[in-house]
């Protein structure tokens, strides 16, 4: 071997060497005697469309099943969802909404006329999930209510009639028509939008056509005054900052809130998005870097607001967000069911952390969608059903419900891959009512575990308790044969050093610490 090659070779076994060692490392300072926004809980906030098995058979099985019910509503899935402590559902669209005539889901179900979803596959929705069944299903499982009005097929006149049904408190027909078909005292109507994706699916409109009918339909949705929901606009695609900034001028007066839609595609192209399971890295990689534009989107429309609303009046809801992959081989295509790995509990956490910087502007998310379609927080199969890895996503920060956001500084290597890379560690803090600090730490390298140092200025000698979600592959998954494959464990007991203490972070995980 001549001394260049050997050279070469010594160099190499170096580098390997300098590689291997290389630790993956990062600090996070939370900044005790700084408080930022309160979290509104309803940044934790669902969505159920009329979408493949998402309202039927995953919610709704009729009370003649012989799937366990509760006036028709599976008693499983109510348990779960009661459990997580859904803070506020939104319904029934989506596509779905701007095509639904909320007179065909009230009053006797046989007589109830059947409709070809147009949207979502094709196929015949018997419309015996009506008003009356979404209302019952967010009474017994503990959820605000966000009613989707019709803009796209309907009229300011059959809006107005719905609201009135829902929420008049006197002898007018509708109020008598609701008693009639079974509701004596109004419900409780939370937020109501008038329109989705009025850019797109809702009606394909300019944001200057949409700004004035908005502000027409606005203007006919009367309720008693202790019942009057926030009225909530139909926002911007993504990036789409020109949307918002006509809605704002032309109409934030007369809005509580405006929406915006962002959705993860892995590899960026609705035709081909990319596979939920047995994905490739660079798709690991792709997701992370494109849910983080999150960050970026809202930053941008909320100084579009900030102009025109400087006192922040009007909120900014992400009222759709989540993974996108390609549909599961096999399921129809129009039905957006996909499978839910680990790496969608770290996309949810991500996003989590997002909206707790942006909580001043941010009051409500709702991720798409809560059943059997996209980034699920259950999936069913018959009388089968199971925990996703982003329903514990979920669990696991509940308590940042309500929570007042406490600023972290984040020191971090990063995971890199090819051209591409993401800071490692990310992280938020909160602190309760009851003055308890939470931490939530996530790792995205999918390979290295991470010695994080945290500081907890002021906070010496307190106990940290936490939950760990994890697993063996990047892709794991809940199956019916195996629901509990990827679940949080309890993560050892921590006290601090001092101000600081030391926290082996496994790789691909979500660590919640909480003080007890």
Same mark, same amino acid.
């Given at each position: 071997?001549?001394?260049?090659?050997?050279?070469?070779?010594?160099?190499?076994?170096?580098?390997?060497?300098?590689?291997?060692?290389?630790?993956?490392?990062?600090?996070?300072?939370?900044?005790?005697?700084?408080?930022?926004?309160?979290?509104?809980?309803?940044?934790?906030?669902?969505?159920?469309?009329?979408?493949?098995?998402?309202?039927?058979?995953?919610?709704?099985?009729?009370?003649?099943?012989?799937?366990?019910?509760?006036?028709?509503?599976?008693?499983?899935?109510?348990?779960?969802?009661?459990?997580?402590?859904?803070?506020?559902?939104?319904?029934?669209?989506?596509?779905?909404?701007?095509?639904?005539?909320?007179?065909?889901?009230?009053?006797?179900?046989?007589?109830?006329?059947?409709?070809?979803?147009?949207?979502?596959?094709?196929?015949?929705?018997?419309?015996?999930?009506?008003?009356?069944?979404?209302?019952?299903?967010?009474?017994?499982?503990?959820?605000?209510?966000?009613?989707?009005?019709?803009?796209?097929?309907?009229?300011?006149?059959?809006?107005?009639?719905?609201?009135?049904?829902?929420?008049?408190?006197?002898?007018?027909?509708?109020?008598?028509?609701?008693?009639?078909?079974?509701?004596? !005292? %109004?419900?409780?109507?939370?937020?109501? /939008?008038? *329109?989705?994706? #009025?850019?797109?699916?809702?009606?394909? &409109? $300019?944001?200057?056509?949409?700004?004035?009918?908005?502000?027409?339909?606005?203007?006919?949705?009367?309720?008693?005054?202790?019942? !009057? %929901?926030?009225?909530?606009?139909?926002? /911007?695609? *993504?990036?789409? #900052?020109?949307?918002?900034?006509?809605? &704002? $001028?032309?109409?934030?007066?007369?809005?509580?809130?405006?929406?915006?839609?962002?959705?993860?595609?892995?590899?960026?192209?609705? !035709?081909?998005?990319?596979?939920?399971?047995?994905?490739?890295?660079?798709?690991?990689?792709?997701?992370?870097?494109?849910?983080?534009?999150?960050?970026?989107?809202?930053?941008?429309?909320?100084?579009?607001?900030?102009?025109?609303?400087?006192?922040?009046?009007?909120?900014?809801?992400?009222?759709?967000?989540?993974?996108?992959?390609?549909?599961?081989?096999?399921?129809?295509?129009?039905?957006?069911?996909?499978?839910?790995?680990?790496?969608?509990?770290?996309?949810?956490?991500?996003?989590?952390?997002?909206?707790?910087?942006?909580?001043?502007?941010?009051?409500?998310?709702?991720?798409?969608?809560?059943?059997?379609?996209?980034?699920?927080?259950?999936?069913?199969?018959?009388?089968?059903?199971?925990?996703?890895?982003?329903?514990?996503?979920?669990?696991?920060?509940?308590?940042?419900?309500?929570?007042?956001?406490?600023?972290?500084?984040?020191?971090?290597?990063?995971?890199?891959?090819?051209?591409?890379?993401?800071?490692?560690?990310?992280?938020?803090?909160?602190?309760?009512?009851?003055?308890?600090?939470?931490?939530?730490?996530?790792?995205?390298?999918?390979?290295?575990?991470?010695?994080?140092?945290?500081?907890?200025?002021?906070?010496?000698?307190?106990?940290?308790?936490?939950?760990?979600?994890?697993?063996?592959?990047?892709?794991?998954?809940?199956?019916?044969?195996?629901?509990?494959?990827?679940?949080?464990?309890?993560?050892?007991?921590?006290?601090?050093?001092?101000?600081?203490?030391?926290?082996?972070?496994?790789?691909?995980?979500?660590?919640?610490?909480?003080?007890?």
């Amino acid at each position: 071997m001549t001394i260049r090659l050997l050279t070469l070779f010594l160099l190499s076994l170096v580098s390997l060497s300098a590689t291997a060692a290389e630790a993956l490392r990062a600090s996070v300072t939370v900044r005790t005697d700084q408080s930022g926004s309160v979290i509104d809980p309803g940044i934790y906030g669902q969505f159920a469309e009329h979408l493949g098995r998402g309202i039927y058979e995953g919610v709704w099985v009729g009370e003649n099943s012989p799937i366990p019910n509760t006036r028709g509503l599976r008693n499983d899935v109510l348990a779960a969802l009661k459990e997580l402590g859904v803070p506020v559902l939104r319904w029934p669209g989506g596509c779905f909404g701007d095509e639904y005539h909320w007179r065909d889901g009230i009053g006797p179900r046989n007589r109830r006329p059947t409709r070809i979803n147009t949207t979502w596959g094709g196929v015949v929705d018997d419309n015996s999930f009506g008003t009356h069944e979404f209302m019952d299903f967010a009474e017994l499982i503990g959820a605000e209510v966000y009613v989707n009005g019709n803009v796209g097929t309907g009229s300011t006149q059959e809006m107005a009639e719905w609201v009135e049904y829902m929420t008049a408190d006197n002898n007018s027909t509708l109020a008598q028509l609701r008693r009639a078909n079974g509701r004596d !005292k %109004p419900w409780r109507l939370h937020y109501f /939008a008038v *329109g989705n994706e #009025t850019w797109g699916c809702g009606g394909n &409109m $300019r944001p200057e056509f949409y700004a004035d009918l908005y502000r027409q339909y606005a203007t006919f949705i009367k309720t008693p005054r202790d019942n !009057k %929901p926030q009225h909530i606009a139909s926002g /911007a695609n *993504g990036s789409n #900052t020109e949307w918002t900034e006509v809605l &704002m $001028r032309e109409a934030a007066k007369h809005m509580d809130a405006i929406s915006v839609h962002y959705y993860t595609l892995p590899r960026g192209a609705w !035709k081909e998005k990319g596979a939920a399971t047995r994905f490739p890295e660079s798709e690991w990689m792709s997701t992370f870097t494109r849910t983080m534009r999150m960050d970026e989107i809202l930053t941008n429309h909320s100084k579009i607001m900030d102009r025109y609303d400087p006192e922040r009046r009007v909120a900014l809801l992400v009222d759709e967000w989540g993974t996108w992959y390609d549909v599961e081989p096999g399921t129809n295509e129009g039905f957006l069911y996909q499978q839910n790995s680990l790496r969608d509990a770290l996309v949810a956490a991500v996003n989590f952390n997002i909206f707790h910087r942006h909580a001043e502007r941010v009051r409500m998310t709702n991720i798409a969608q809560m059943v059997n379609v996209l980034q699920a927080m259950i999936l069913t199969d018959g009388p089968k059903m199971l925990k996703t890895p982003t329903y514990h996503a979920f669990a696991l920060y509940k308590p940042f419900r309500g929570a007042t956001h406490v600023p972290v500084e984040i020191a971090t290597a990063e995971y890199r891959l090819d051209s591409e890379s993401v800071p490692a560690v990310h992280a938020t803090a909160a602190r309760d009512k009851a003055g308890a600090l939470h931490i939530a730490l996530t790792n995205l390298d999918p390979h290295r575990a991470a010695t994080v140092e945290l500081r907890l200025p002021g906070q010496a000698g307190k106990a940290l308790q936490g939950q760990i979600l994890t697993a063996a592959t990047t892709d794991a998954i809940n199956t019916f044969a195996a629901p509990d494959t990827v679940r949080p464990v309890p993560f050892k007991t921590l006290k601090a050093s001092g101000e600081r203490l030391q926290i082996e972070l496994p790789a691909k995980s979500l660590l919640v610490l909480s003080q007890r």
